[in-house]
């Protein structure tokens, strides 16, 4: 698979995420909640944001390293995932455009932001999916 997700031994794969598969899996990580973030939704664990959900765009953003977003998205279609425009990207927020993307790939991702905010007790459950 392609960094990016969007790739399978050479061959275009068919693009499955959808705006309510995304919401979904953001709720499935423990403590995690669901609330208004100007035009988006953002999903929280303990109050901290690790990643908002724009309907109207179908994109998602992730609070990634800045390792981390460069991983991502070295080798990536800019199309399919890239830093968030302005100083957010630089701060490592990283935008995915979901109908252009996988699940797995965006279970992936949005593992990695989940674990980066989330306490280390609640992080660990989460590790061996990254």
Not at 25 to 50: M, N, Q, Y
Not at 83 to 89: L, Q, S
Not at 121 to 126: H, N
Request: aromatic content about 12%; glycine content about 6%.
């Amino acid at each position: 698979m392609g960094y990016d997700g969007s790739i399978v031994s050479g061959h275009q794969i068919k693009f499955m995420i959808t705006v309510k598969a995304a919401r979904e899996i953001a709720l499935s990580f423990e403590e995690t909640d669901e609330r208004p973030h100007f035009d988006r939704a953002a999903f929280l664990v303990r109050g901290k944001i690790f990643s908002t959900l724009s309907e109207e765009k179908k994109d998602v953003n992730f609070k990634l390293s800045i390792y981390e977003q460069s991983i991502c998205c070295e080798n990536a279609d800019p199309l399919v995932i890239h830093p968030v425009n302005g100083g957010w990207g630089r701060q490592g927020w990283t935008t995915i455009h979901l109908p252009k993307t996988n699940k797995a790939f965006f279970i992936k991702v949005i593992t990695i932001a989940y674990c980066n905010i989330a306490p280390i007790s609640l992080a660990e459950k989460y590790k061996s999916y990254q």
